[in-house]
Nanobody, 116 residues
Framework: QVQVVESGGGLVQAGGSLRLSCAVS????????LGWWRQAPGKQREQVAH???????TYTDSVKGRFTISRESAWNTVSLQMNSLRLEDTAVYYC??????????WGQGTQVTVSQ
Protein backbone atom coordinates (compact mmCIF):
# COMPACT_ATOMS: atom_id res chain seq x y z
CA GLN A 1 0.00 0.00 0.00
CA VAL A 2 1.32 3.42 -0.98
CA GLN A 3 0.11 6.62 0.65
CA VAL A 4 0.58 10.08 -0.79
CA VAL A 5 -0.06 13.13 1.38
CA GLU A 6 0.14 16.77 0.34
CA SER A 7 0.43 19.79 2.59
CA GLY A 8 1.06 23.51 2.38
CA GLY A 9 -1.84 24.93 0.41
CA GLY A 10 -3.63 28.09 1.38
CA LEU A 11 -4.66 31.60 0.42
CA VAL A 12 -2.12 34.05 -0.95
CA GLN A 13 -2.23 37.37 -2.76
CA ALA A 14 -1.18 37.61 -6.37
CA GLY A 15 2.57 37.95 -6.61
CA GLY A 16 3.10 36.01 -3.42
CA SER A 17 4.62 32.61 -2.73
CA LEU A 18 3.58 29.25 -1.35
CA ARG A 19 5.41 26.00 -0.79
CA LEU A 20 3.69 22.65 -1.16
CA SER A 21 5.06 19.38 0.16
CA CYS A 22 4.32 15.81 -0.78
CA ALA A 23 5.30 12.77 1.25
CA VAL A 24 5.06 9.19 0.04
CA SER A 25 4.96 6.34 2.51
CA UNK A 26 4.19 2.66 2.53
CA UNK A 27 5.40 0.20 -0.08
CA UNK A 28 7.07 2.83 -2.25
CA UNK A 29 10.20 0.85 -3.17
CA UNK A 30 10.85 1.52 -6.85
CA UNK A 31 9.57 5.09 -6.73
CA UNK A 32 10.32 6.41 -10.21
CA UNK A 33 8.82 9.86 -10.21
CA LEU A 34 6.92 12.38 -8.15
CA GLY A 35 4.86 15.07 -9.74
CA TRP A 36 2.39 17.85 -9.15
CA TRP A 37 -0.85 18.25 -11.05
CA ARG A 38 -3.61 20.79 -10.60
CA GLN A 39 -7.27 21.12 -11.38
CA ALA A 40 -9.09 24.43 -11.51
CA PRO A 41 -12.89 24.62 -11.30
CA GLY A 42 -14.47 23.53 -14.57
CA LYS A 43 -11.15 22.50 -16.09
CA GLN A 44 -9.31 19.24 -16.66
CA ARG A 45 -6.48 18.19 -14.41
CA GLU A 46 -3.15 19.31 -15.85
CA GLN A 47 0.46 18.51 -15.23
CA VAL A 48 2.48 21.16 -13.42
CA ALA A 49 5.91 19.74 -12.62
CA HIS A 50 7.67 16.39 -12.31
CA UNK A 51 10.83 15.13 -10.69
CA UNK A 52 12.28 11.83 -11.86
CA UNK A 53 14.53 9.46 -9.98
CA UNK A 54 17.45 10.40 -12.24
CA UNK A 55 17.11 14.04 -11.22
CA UNK A 56 15.37 15.31 -14.33
CA UNK A 57 12.62 17.87 -13.90
CA THR A 58 9.86 18.99 -16.24
CA TYR A 59 7.49 21.93 -16.03
CA THR A 60 4.43 23.02 -17.90
CA ASP A 61 5.11 26.23 -19.82
CA SER A 62 2.86 28.43 -17.71
CA VAL A 63 4.89 27.84 -14.54
CA LYS A 64 8.43 27.81 -15.94
CA GLY A 65 10.59 30.32 -14.13
CA ARG A 66 8.09 30.66 -11.30
CA PHE A 67 7.72 27.16 -9.82
CA THR A 68 10.47 24.83 -8.67
CA ILE A 69 10.10 21.16 -7.82
CA SER A 70 12.79 19.69 -5.63
CA ARG A 71 13.54 16.75 -3.43
CA GLU A 72 13.60 17.26 0.28
CA SER A 73 15.70 15.29 2.71
CA ALA A 74 14.42 11.97 1.45
CA TRP A 75 13.68 10.89 -2.12
CA ASN A 76 10.11 10.09 -1.15
CA THR A 77 9.41 13.70 -0.20
CA VAL A 78 9.24 16.55 -2.67
CA SER A 79 8.26 20.17 -2.51
CA LEU A 80 6.88 22.65 -5.01
CA GLN A 81 8.03 26.21 -4.44
CA MET A 82 5.59 28.54 -6.14
CA ASN A 83 6.62 32.16 -6.63
CA SER A 84 4.99 35.08 -8.43
CA LEU A 85 1.63 33.43 -8.08
CA ARG A 86 -1.14 34.49 -10.44
CA LEU A 87 -4.89 34.33 -10.21
CA GLU A 88 -4.87 31.54 -12.79
CA ASP A 89 -2.75 29.38 -10.49
CA THR A 90 -5.80 28.91 -8.28
CA ALA A 91 -6.60 25.21 -8.21
CA VAL A 92 -6.52 22.05 -6.18
CA TYR A 93 -2.98 20.72 -6.38
CA TYR A 94 -2.41 16.99 -6.37
CA CYS A 95 0.74 15.00 -5.88
CA UNK A 96 1.21 11.84 -7.92
CA UNK A 97 3.75 9.09 -7.29
CA UNK A 98 4.80 6.61 -9.94
CA UNK A 99 5.99 3.33 -8.46
CA UNK A 100 7.61 0.73 -10.69
CA UNK A 101 5.45 -2.36 -11.33
CA UNK A 102 2.63 -0.85 -9.27
CA UNK A 103 1.42 2.24 -11.06
CA UNK A 104 0.34 5.71 -10.08
CA UNK A 105 -0.86 6.88 -6.70
CA TRP A 106 -2.56 10.17 -5.98
CA GLY A 107 -2.90 12.30 -2.89
CA GLN A 108 -6.14 13.88 -1.77
CA GLY A 109 -5.13 17.33 -2.98
CA THR A 110 -4.52 20.68 -1.35
CA GLN A 111 -6.26 23.92 -2.25
CA VAL A 112 -4.27 26.89 -3.49
CA THR A 113 -6.19 30.13 -3.84
CA VAL A 114 -4.60 33.26 -5.26
CA SER A 115 -6.48 36.50 -4.64
CA GLN A 116 -6.11 39.99 -6.05
Amino acid sequence: QVQVVESGGGLVQAGGSLRLSCAVSGSSFGLNALGWWRQAPGKQREQVAHLFSDGRTTYTDSVKGRFTISRESAWNTVSLQMNSLRLEDTAVYYCRAIVALKGAYWGQGTQVTVSQ
